[in-house]
């Protein structure tokens, strides 16, 4: 349905920019021919003052510098040229001028959006010694159009998800949270306890039976419906928006993080290459030290404490970033950045995992992806598109605010209940399975370190810096970069809820990810990069939601914790980002694609070949 959404949403907003374009051409058509004609009759002055001087037209020394110097300042100028009587071209000039969507397609001359020439007679003494011809650029109006009407496209998709999420929250405060307490307590009461009460809310409907539900229960334990103890559930749908939010402050800076840390100041012993990739280096290696830990935090003090308490010090590393000036600084606060959100995320992962077990565990991963990077999706184009027209430091003062904000939302919405660590062992007990810790060591070394790294190495460093490179802007590169975490949001949720096969849609996945890195690897054209960054964000949709419920359920049944899984990531992920930056300095980019798409297919070839050795194993023993 989200997908449907997104797609019609997109349809919409593209017809709209598509009939402003043509529009907006038209209407300044007319100012644009003026303006193009009155060029030609400076350029024509000139070269009658030197006609009249005696030097003859085809005599004039520097013409082609001359023309070519005028024209860069007009773009709306296509060609200038200078003919003698005779139609002898003896200078010409011209502007490059990139094809246009309505160009290509042959549109803008259906639609009436075509070139303008003048032809501009040279005079002397009445008597006409050459010609001055003028062409104008028909797409000069779309050129400048485009970069915005893609801003506002790509917006409207993220302003779209905002919205949802928005609704989700809406619905649950007003019905779903007070529907299932009314439920939860109806069935107590049935059971005979009275023990409890609600806390009246949502829609008037439910807002009075919880009343007298309330009532029930003080009548027959003769206290007061406010000295009851409280019934709360924990349902996923309480992290939902908080962690959205949050991860769309946290990854305001990922479009855009390496091409800022270059930019700014170094020693002259650090390459621009690694200058790049300090920051993200910074930021894995400090998830990676707290990994282990963040799920003990979470279970000590509670998710919603941890959750809140995570905000703070990621608002303050945002606006460190938005006012350093040194690399080193930006690393260190990209780090605070980093830690906050591994225990952010840790936190919401665990209140998710205790809200919701067993059937529902597959549909709660898929969901817990689709919040990730809903929020990474809208954290990316937002900072994309403010940090082109705004600034990098205006950009990460929003990612602070929002960081704040889902703070007050998570505490408002989470339930303070804490699951201990004795529960959670008597939850795993009764079924261990012998041979699942070797499918969990290769699960995570097969499969989930090599999709950890491509995405380190080439959505947060390759991609942007090749971008870059290639020309693109802040926010064409926000736009380019948006296409991998928009196939995380249109699939990774619906894959993730599936219960069977969920090794044939990773197998898939993994396929579609090497051969988008081994097609890239011949051509990194800006073509070629845009398909190249939606494949593999396709190929990772498969794999991310059936990797995480098959790893997940894998830990529950061998009493594992995931905090060695996420170590084992931000680990290799730090690696291949290390390695790479050492490796362009002999290497070039098409031959490190090749090896990351050879790293996921021996990844893919290990991890299968022991899960199907221990799947035997397994049932001979049976």
């Known amino acids: 349905m989200l997908a449907m959404l997104a797609l019609l949403i997109a349809a919409t907003v593209l017809a709209f920019s598509f009939v402003t374009l043509v529009s907006f051409d038209r209407a300044v058509a007319p100012e644009l021919h003026q303006r193009t004609r009155l060029i030609g009759e400076i350029i024509r002055s000139k070269v009658e003052q030197s006609v009249a001087s005696g030097i003859p037209i085809d005599s004039i020394a520097g013409l082609d510098s001359y023309l070519a110097a005028t024209i860069a300042q007009f773009p709306e100028v296509q060609r200038v040229s200078l003919e003698t009587r005779r139609g002898v071209t003896i200078a010409e000039a011209a502007n490059e001028v990139k094809q246009t969507l309505l160009n290509r397609t042959g549109l803008d001359v259906r639609l009436g959006v075509e070139a303008t020439g003048f032809a501009l007679p040279i005079l002397v003494r009445n008597d006409m010694v050459g010609t001055v011809r003028v062409e104008s650029s028909a797409q000069v109006a779309e050129t400048k159009l485009r970069g915005v009407l893609l801003d506002v496209s790509v917006l409207a998709i993220a302003l779209l998800l905002i919205g949802v999420e928005l609704a989700l929250a809406v619905v649950a405060a007003s019905i779903w949270k007070p529907l299932r307490r009314i439920q939860g307590l109806l069935a107590l009461q049935q059971a005979g306890d009275y023990s409890r009460a609600i806390r009246p809310a949502g829609i008037e409907l439910l807002h009075r039976l919880a009343r007298r539900l309330n009532a029930f229960s003080a009548a027959v334990t003769r206290q007061t419906a406010e000295a009851l103890p409280r019934l709360r559930y924990s349902e996923i749908i309480d992290v939902r928006l908080a962690l959205f939010v949050f991860v769309a402050g946290a990854e305001v800076s990922a479009s855009f993080l390496p091409i800022y840390a270059r930019s700014e100041g170094r020693p002259e012993w650090l390459s621009a290459n690694l200058a790049a990739a300090l920051p993200l280096m910074f930021y894995l290696a400090a998830v990676m030290m707290l990994s282990p830990f963040g799920g003990r935090l979470a279970e000590r003090i509670g998710a ?71 929020g990474t999706f809208c954290g990316s184009v937002l900072g994309g ?34 699951t201990t660590s004795a529960e959670r062992a008597a939850a795993a007990q009764g079924k261990r399975q012998r041979l699942a810790p070797l499918r969990y060591a290769a699960l995570t070394v097969g499969i989930a370190i090599p999709l950890n790294l491509v995405t380190a190495v080439f959505v947060w460093y390759l991609a942007p810096m090749q971008l870059a490179a290639l020309g693109a802007d802040t926010s064409e590169t926000a736009r380019v970069v948006m296409l991998y975490y928009l196939a995380q949001i249109l699939l990774g949720g619906a894959l993730g809820g599936i219960a069977r096969g969920r090794w044939a849609v990773v197998t898939l996945g993994a396929m579609v990810s090497a051969g988008a890195l081994a097609a890239l690897s011949r051509d990194t054209g800006l073509v070629q990069m845009i398909l190249a960054t939606a494949g593999i964000g396709i190929g990772h949709a498969l794999i991310r939601g059936p990797l995480l419920a098959l790893i997940t ?10 905090a060695g899984l996420r170590m084992a990531e931000r680990l290799g992920a730090l690696a291949g980002l290390l390695l790479t930056t050492l490796a362009l300095r002999t290497l070039p980019t098409g031959s490190i694609l090749e090896m990351l798409a050879l790293l996921v297919i021996l990844g893919l070839a290990g991890a299968g070949g022991i899960a199907l050795s221990s799947r035997e194993k397994g049932e001979r023993r049976r």
Do not use: N
């Not at 205790?354 to 992806?369: D, K, P, Q, V």
């Open 304 to 374: 919603r404490r941890l959750f809140v308490a995570s905000a703070i010090p990621a608002a303050l590393s945002l606006l460190v970033m938005a006012a350093a000036r040194d690399v080193f600084v930006i690393a260190l606060a990209r780090a605070g950045v980093g830690i906050s959100y591994a225990l952010a995320s840790i936190a919401c992962q665990e209140y998710a995992l205790r809200a919701e077990r067993g059937a529902a565990l597959s549909r709660t991963s898929g969901t817990f992806i689709a919040m990730i990077f809903g």
């Open 553 to 562: 359920e894998i830990a529950q049944a061998a009493g594992l914790s995931l």
């Open 385 to 418: 598109v403010m940090a082109q027209h705004f600034g990098y430091g205006f950009a990460l003062t929003i990612g602070a605010a929002l960081v704040l904000g889902a703070a007050a939302v998570g505490h408002q919405s989470m339930s303070p209940d804490t």
